[in-house]
C-alpha cells in the first residue's frame, strides 16, 4: 500500500511537469491523440518521438476481463516496455477516475525508469462494480525522455464490456438535412448554444419519429425514410444525408427492454456535434474535438423506448458510431416501435 502511494506522489509529480501540454495531434498508428513539446530539444527529433511511442506496446491487444465473484470485476491491460535510445526512458501510468466511479486502478508500480537497451512489463488492473461501469475510468501514459516531458497518450478509455455484449441498433428512420446556420467553434465544447445557435432553435422532428409526418422548412418538405449503418456499423451523415457543411439531421431508432433497467451506451462522434435523448429526455452529449467518445447510461422503461440522436456536421465528412451494451442479453432494436 505504501509502494502504492508513493508511485500516485511521484507520478503526480512528473504529471505537473506535462500539465500544459500543446493542442493534441491525432496519431492513427497509436489511435490516441499525442501532444508533443517541440520546445524540448529531444522532441526535435522524429526518430525520438517514433521510438516513444513504439516504446509502448500492447494497447491493442484485447482487455482480460475477470469476474471477481462479489458483483465486483475487473479489466486488465498488459504493456511491454522497450527502451532503444541511448538514454534512460521513463513511463508513467496515471489513472483518471470521475467521482462517483466505482472504478479503482491496481498497479505494481506506475513509473517505469528504462535503461538504454532495458526491457519491462506493466499490467494496468482496473476494479469496479459490474453494474455500475460507467463511469468508466481513463489514464494518460507520460513518456520522459533526458529528464524531459517528451510525449503524452490519453486520455484513454478503459473499455469494460466484452464484445459478445455490444448491441448495434442497423436500421434508422431518419428525416432531414435541414440548414443549420453558422457555427463558431471557439464556443465548443463548454458553451455549445452560442458555438451552434442553430442546433437549439424548435423543429418538429425534436418531438421523435411519427410515422406518416411531414415537416416544411426553407421552402422544402421533409419526411421520414429510413436508413441503415455501413458496414463498419457506422451511420454515415454523407451517404444518407450528403456531404455539405453545416447540416442538421434527425436519427431515431427504439429499443425494447422487458423490465426497467439502466443499460449503458458508447458514442462516438466524427466531425460532428451530437445529441443522444431516450423517452424525450436528454442522456448524452458530445460537442468536442473530432473522434471523440463518450459512454453514458439510457434508463430503459419496460417495454419500447424511443431513441433520437440529433446531429450537426461540421466540415467535411461525418458519421457517427452509437451502441448499447447488452449485458443482460434481453434487449430487442428496431427503426421504431413495433
Request: hydrophobic share 40%.
Amino acid at each position: 500500500m505504501r509502494r502504492n502511494a508513493l508511485q500516485m506522489i511521484i507520478a503526480a509529480a512528473w504529471f505537473s511537469a506535462c500539465a500544459q501540454p500543446p493542442p493534441p495531434k491525432y496519431n492513427r498508428n497509436c489511435r490516441s491523440f499525442v501532444s508533443v513539446e517541440w520546445s524540448s530539444p529531444w522532441t526535435t527529433s522524429e526518430r525520438i518521438i517514433r521510438e516513444s511511442i513504439a516504446a509502448v506496446q500492447g494497447r491493442e491487444q484485447p482487455p482480460a476481463f475477470r469476474d471477481l465473484g462479489d458483483g465486483r470485476m475487473s479489466v486488465e491491460y498488459s504493456y511491454d516496455l522497450r527502451n532503444t535510445l541511448p538514454d534512460t526512458l521513463t513511463t508513467v501510468f496515471r489513472p483518471v477516475v470521475e467521482e462517483g466511479s466505482s472504478w479503482t486502478m491496481q498497479a505494481d508500480s506506475l513509473v517505469f525508469p528504462l535503461a538504454p537497451g532495458a526491457r519491462d512489463s506493466a499490467t494496468l488492473r482496473f476494479v469496479g462494480r459490474s453494474d455500475r461501469r460507467v463511469p468508466v475510468p481513463t489514464y494518460e501514459i507520460i513518456r520522459r525522455y533526458g529528464g524531459q516531458c517528451v510525449i503524452r497518450h490519453g486520455p484513454l478509455q478503459v473499455h469494460p464490456f466484452q464484445e459478445e455484449t455490444w448491441k448495434f441498433i442497423p436500421d434508422w428512420m431518419v428525416v432531414g438535412p435541414f440548414d443549420v446556420g453558422a457555427v463558431d467553434v471557439k464556443y465548443l465544447p463548454d458553451d455549445p448554444r452560442m458555438g451552434i445557435p442553430g442546433m437549439f432553435l424548435p423543429r418538429l422532428p425534436d418531438g421523435g419519429w411519427q410515422a406518416g409526418m411531414t415537416y416544411e422548412e426553407g421552402g422544402r418538405t421533409f419526411t421520414w425514410k429510413p436508413a441503415s449503418l455501413d458496414r463498419a456499423n457506422r451511420f454515415h451523415g454523407n451517404a444518407v444525408f450528403g456531404q455539405r457543411d453545416h447540416l442538421l439531421g434527425y436519427a431515431a431508432a427504439a429499443v425494447y427492454s422487458p423490465v426497467d433497467q439502466p443499460v449503458a451506451a458508447w458514442m462516438r462522434a466524427d466531425k460532428i456535434f451530437m445529441q443522444v435523448s431516450v423517452n424525450g429526455e436528454l442522456a448524452g452529449e458530445l460537442f468536442g474535438s473530432p473522434y471523440d467518445t463518450k459512454y453514458l447510461t439510457l434508463d430503459l422503461k419496460a417495454g419500447w423506448n424511443p431513441i433520437l440522436v440529433k446531429l450537426v456536421n461540421n466540415r467535411g465528412d461525418w458519421y457517427f458510431l452509437f451502441n448499447l451494451f447488452d449485458t443482460e442479453g434481453n434487449l430487442r432494436v428496431a427503426p421504431h416501435p413495433e
